[in-house]
Protein backbone atom coordinates (compact mmCIF):
# COMPACT_ATOMS: atom_id res chain seq x y z
CA UNK A 1 0.00 0.00 0.00
CA UNK A 2 1.07 3.56 -0.84
CA UNK A 3 0.31 7.03 0.75
CA UNK A 4 -0.62 9.89 -1.67
CA UNK A 5 -2.43 12.78 -2.02
CA UNK A 6 -5.35 13.63 -4.40
CA UNK A 7 -4.21 15.77 -7.07
CA UNK A 8 -7.06 16.12 -9.19
CA UNK A 9 -9.86 13.81 -10.88
CA UNK A 10 -10.07 12.32 -14.39
CA UNK A 11 -13.35 12.57 -16.42
CA UNK A 12 -14.47 9.89 -18.96
CA UNK A 13 -17.88 9.38 -20.39
CA UNK A 14 -16.22 6.18 -22.03
CA UNK A 15 -15.22 3.29 -19.72
CA UNK A 16 -14.48 -0.17 -19.80
CA UNK A 17 -17.10 -2.30 -18.15
CA UNK A 18 -16.60 -2.22 -14.28
CA UNK A 19 -15.24 1.00 -14.73
CA UNK A 20 -19.01 2.91 -15.27
CA UNK A 21 -19.96 3.77 -11.18
CA UNK A 22 -16.23 4.76 -10.35
CA UNK A 23 -14.61 7.75 -10.17
CA UNK A 24 -11.47 8.42 -11.02
CA UNK A 25 -8.56 10.29 -8.98
CA UNK A 26 -5.19 11.84 -9.88
CA UNK A 27 -2.52 10.78 -6.75
CA UNK A 28 0.44 12.20 -6.32
CA UNK A 29 2.74 9.79 -4.29
CA UNK A 30 3.98 11.16 -0.65
CA UNK A 31 7.53 11.18 -0.09
CA UNK A 32 9.36 9.92 3.31
CA UNK A 33 8.58 13.63 4.78
CA UNK A 34 4.90 13.35 3.29
CA UNK A 35 4.86 15.95 0.90
CA UNK A 36 3.79 15.33 -2.76
CA UNK A 37 7.07 15.99 -4.55
CA UNK A 38 6.93 13.28 -7.89
CA UNK A 39 10.07 13.12 -9.68
CA UNK A 40 8.35 13.55 -12.92
CA UNK A 41 4.79 14.00 -14.02
CA UNK A 42 4.67 10.27 -15.02
CA UNK A 43 4.78 9.52 -11.38
CA UNK A 44 1.26 11.12 -10.65
CA UNK A 45 -1.29 8.04 -11.77
CA UNK A 46 -5.21 7.35 -11.83
CA UNK A 47 -6.46 5.37 -8.43
CA UNK A 48 -10.19 4.08 -8.50
CA UNK A 49 -11.93 5.89 -6.03
CA UNK A 50 -13.90 3.16 -3.33
CA UNK A 51 -14.51 5.82 -0.56
CA UNK A 52 -15.04 8.93 -2.12
CA UNK A 53 -11.88 10.98 -1.48
CA UNK A 54 -11.89 14.46 -2.31
CA UNK A 55 -9.31 16.45 -3.91
CA UNK A 56 -6.05 17.83 -1.77
CA UNK A 57 -6.75 14.36 0.75
CA UNK A 58 -4.02 12.39 1.88
CA UNK A 59 -5.24 8.61 1.19
CA UNK A 60 -3.90 5.44 1.12
CA UNK A 61 -3.39 3.19 -1.87
CA UNK A 62 -3.95 -0.59 -3.17
CA UNK A 63 -1.71 -1.07 -6.11
CA UNK A 64 -0.94 -3.53 -8.57
CA UNK A 65 -3.00 -7.09 -8.36
CA UNK A 66 -3.81 -6.15 -4.73
CA UNK A 67 -6.33 -3.44 -6.43
CA UNK A 68 -8.41 -5.93 -7.84
CA UNK A 69 -8.42 -7.76 -4.03
CA UNK A 70 -11.32 -5.77 -2.76
CA UNK A 71 -14.49 -7.53 -3.59
CA UNK A 72 -15.73 -3.55 -5.54
CA UNK A 73 -13.14 -4.36 -7.57
CA UNK A 74 -13.19 -7.51 -8.62
CA UNK A 75 -13.20 -7.61 -12.25
CA UNK A 76 -12.43 -4.57 -12.92
CA UNK A 77 -9.48 -3.59 -14.76
CA UNK A 78 -7.39 -1.43 -12.62
CA UNK A 79 -3.84 -1.58 -10.86
CA UNK A 80 -4.53 1.22 -8.30
CA UNK A 81 -7.53 1.81 -6.02
CA UNK A 82 -8.11 4.65 -3.15
CA UNK A 83 -8.69 2.33 -0.32
CA UNK A 84 -8.76 4.78 2.67
CA UNK A 85 -8.85 8.81 3.53
CA UNK A 86 -6.25 9.24 5.89
CA UNK A 87 -7.12 11.32 9.39
CA UNK A 88 -3.58 10.80 11.16
CA UNK A 89 0.02 9.61 10.25
CA UNK A 90 1.81 9.30 13.75
CA UNK A 91 5.57 8.52 13.85
CA UNK A 92 7.01 7.82 17.09
CA UNK A 93 5.97 10.14 19.94
CA UNK A 94 5.02 12.97 17.12
CA UNK A 95 2.15 13.55 14.66
CA UNK A 96 3.82 13.95 10.77
CA UNK A 97 0.36 14.60 9.48
CA UNK A 98 -3.40 15.54 10.84
CA UNK A 99 -6.53 16.23 8.43
CA UNK A 100 -7.55 18.48 11.10
Known amino acids: ???GRVVGTVVSTMKAPGLHSYKLMLVSPLDA???DNPTTDSDIYVAVDLI???EGEVVLVCRGSAARVVTDTSG???DA???A???TIRLGASTAYSKG
Do not use: R, S, W
Request: aromatic share 0%.
Open 1 to 3: MDL
Open 33 to 35: QLT
Open 81 to 83: AII
Open 85 to 87: VID
Open 52 to 54: GAG
Open 76 to 78: VPT
